[in-house]
């Protein structure tokens, strides 16, 4: 929808500056709430300290569960009531940096590359408590967002 | 090796990763398969993947690589998947939404097997 405008950029007309306006609001608070998910998540790495290698890394654990649950909170609970731009920078931006996939492949698999199956076991079953507890916080999130929704059921 | 200029460089990163991944999953609609999702999370645990096989072999400097993962933390993320299987689940369709979130992760943890091994053996003396 955002990216729609592209097409009709040459057009002039009033409702393409608006476009304009909306996306580059959009893009911003992306990357701001990019920004500040990036600096929680790596803050609460650092205060956590150094983790063994080979054992669930919890901190990432911890902020992919509270990621997920709180996300699955505000989907619940509807956030019509703010600009779509807030919206993106909390979602998208802040909670979408904050979490990370990339983080999960990494430590399942450099492990197991490098030292065969004991690692791969090991870091093979943070993957599924990840997965489990991820969906088990996003489920919490959504149930207990949508009892405070801001639409009456 | 921890210094203020070090941490605002991986944190901007992160800021910029989220914006690539704003433009990936405004590019790609979704359907009922979120493929840009797919693509973001993919392309983000094969990249870390490399960097890191690249970093064992002293191929990359360590400056380089965690810029690398902390573009990519921002870029991949867990919370979109985890809500849309949580709602497929609510909406009883409890294997689409548990397929998606087991898809995305076993699929990253692969790739970032395929990144590493290549980038190691290739970049390797």
Redesign the interface.
Known sequence: M??SLTAEFSDGDTSTLTDVTALSK??LA??????L???A??GIT?VAGRIDEYWWPYPILFI?LF??F???FL?GRGMGKLPAWLQ?GI???F????????????D???P??RHGIGPLLVMGSY?VG??VL??V???L???LGSRHSEVAP | MIDGWWLAAQILAGGLGAVARFGVMSIVRPGVWSWGLVAVNAAGSLVVGAAAGAFTVQALDWTIVALVLGFAAGFTTFSTLTVTAAQHIERREIRTGTIIVTSHVVVGIALAAVGYISTSMLLGA
Do not use: H, K, M, P
């Open positions: 955002l990216l959009s893009v992306v990357f701001l709430g990019g920004l998910g990036s600096a998540r790596i650092l992919n990621g997920s709180a996300l699955g989907v993106l979602t998208t931006g909670l979408g940096g904050f979490t990370t996939l990339s983080a999960i492949s990494l399942v698999a450099v197991a590359v993957a990840s997965i991820g969906l916080s996003a489920i999130g959504l149930r």
